[in-house]
C-alpha cells in the first residue's frame, strides 16, 4: 500500500534531517539543491515510480531514474536508503574514506539505486533516452525518469538529447527540471539568462507541463499524474519543477549561498529545530 500524503510529508521531514546531518557531519555537499528536491524525490520513490523488490541494473519491468545534477546526492542517498535500496545507517558513511556514498554517485561500489556516475553535468538526459529506447526494444513498457537542474541545461549536450528524444519519438521519457533559479555562483538569470525554459522544450517538440508548488507533496502527486498520462503519445515529457533552494530552514532560502556550504554545529541546530524528529532517526 501506498503512503498516505501526511506519511510522504513525515518521510520528507526525516530525509531533510538525514541531508543536514550528513552534510554536517564531513563539512562538505550540497544541502540547497538536496533541500530543495526533497519532496520531488519522496513522492517518486515512495509513490510514482513502479519499483521492484531488490535491485539489478537492467532494470527491466520497473520504472528507471537517473539523476542527472549528482552533486545533490545527500537527497538521493537519503530517499534510496529509506525507500529500502540498502541500510539507512550506511548515510554516516557519507564522503568518508572508503564509502560507497562518495560526494557525486558512482557505480564502481555498486551501491543499490545508482545506475550510472553523475554530477559531471548535463549527462544524464543522454543515458536516460539510451535506457527509454531499450526499453522500448525489449517490449517493456515502463518508464524513465530524470532529475536535472536548470543551471544544468547551460551544458550544451542537454540540446543535442533534447533535440533527439522529440525527433525520435521518445515518448516513454519524463524529464524534470527543477527549476529554482539559482546556482554556485548566483541566479541563473544572471550567470547565463537562458529565457523561457519551456519555450526552448516546446520548440524542440516536448510536452512541457508546470508543477507551480514544487515542494508541496500534492501538487507534486498530481503533476507528476498529469505527465505519466501524457506518454506514450509520440513525444517525450517535460515538467518544469518549480522549487525553492534549501526548502525547509529558513535561512537557507531565497539564495544561492547554501548550494554547495555545510551548517556548523549552532546552525545544523536551528536547522534540525524546525524539522521535527519524525520518529524515523537513527543514531548514525
Not at 535506457?131 to 525518469?145: E, G, H, I, P, T
Not at 537542474?149 to 551544458?155: F, I, K, V
Not at 533534447?162 to 525527433?167: E, G, T
Request: charge should be negative.
Amino acid at each position: 500500500m501506498k503512503p498516505n500524503t501526511q506519511q510522504l510529508q513525515d518521510l520528507t521531514t526525516q530525509v531533510r534531517r538525514d541531508i543536514l546531518r550528513m552534510v554536517h557531519a564531513v563539512n562538505s555537499g550540497h544541502p540547497g539543491g538536496s533541500l530543495g528536491c526533497t519532496e520531488f524525490l519522496v513522492a517518486l520513490y515512495q509513490n510514482l515510480m513502479n519499483r521492484k523488490e531488490g535491485f539489478d541494473m537492467n532494470g527491466h519491468g520497473e520504472d528507471l531514474f537517473f539523476l542527472s545534477n549528482g552533486h545533490i546526492s545527500p537527497v538521493f542517498y537519503s530517499v534510496l536508503a529509506r525507500s529500502g535500496y540498502f541500510p539507512v545507517a550506511e548515510l554516516a558513511t557519507f564522503r568518508k574514506i572508503n564509502t560507497r556514498l562518495q560526494g557525486h554517485p558512482t557505480t564502481h561500489d555498486h551501491l543499490p539505486g545508482v545506475r550510472i556516475a553523475s554530477g559531471s553535468l548535463g549527462q544524464g538526459l543522454s543515458v536516460a533516452i539510451g535506457a527509454a529506447q531499450a526499453k522500448k526494444l525489449n517490449n517493456d513498457s515502463n518508464l524513465v525518469y530524470t532529475l536535472h537542474g536548470d543551471g544544468e541545461l547551460q551544458e550544451g549536450q542537454n540540446w543535442e538529447a533534447i533535440m533527439y528524444a522529440s525527433a525520435k519519438k521518445v515518448d516513454n521519457l519524463i524529464a524534470t527540471v527543477d527549476l529554482n533559479g539559482k546556482q554556485i555562483d548566483g541566479t541563473t538569470d544572471e550567470v547565463l539568462n537562458m529565457g523561457s525554459i519551456r519555450a526552448k522544450f516546446e520548440a524542440f517538440d516536448w510536452d512541457v507541463i508546470d508543477i507551480k508548488e514544487g515542494n508541496n507533496i500534492e501538487a507534486i502527486l498530481a503533476g507528476m499524474n498529469d505527465a505519466k498520462s501524457r506518454t506514450g503519445k509520440g513525444k517525450p515529457v517535460c515538467v518544469l519543477l518549480h522549487t525553492e533552494m534549501g526548502n525547509g530552514v529558513d535561512y537557507m532560502m531565497y539564495s544561492h549561498a547554501w548550494h554547495g556550504k555545510a551548517p556548523n554545529d549552532a546552525q545544523l541546530e536551528n536547522a534540525l529545530a524546525q524539522n521535527y524528529n519524525t520518529g524515523g532517526e537513527l543514531d548514525y
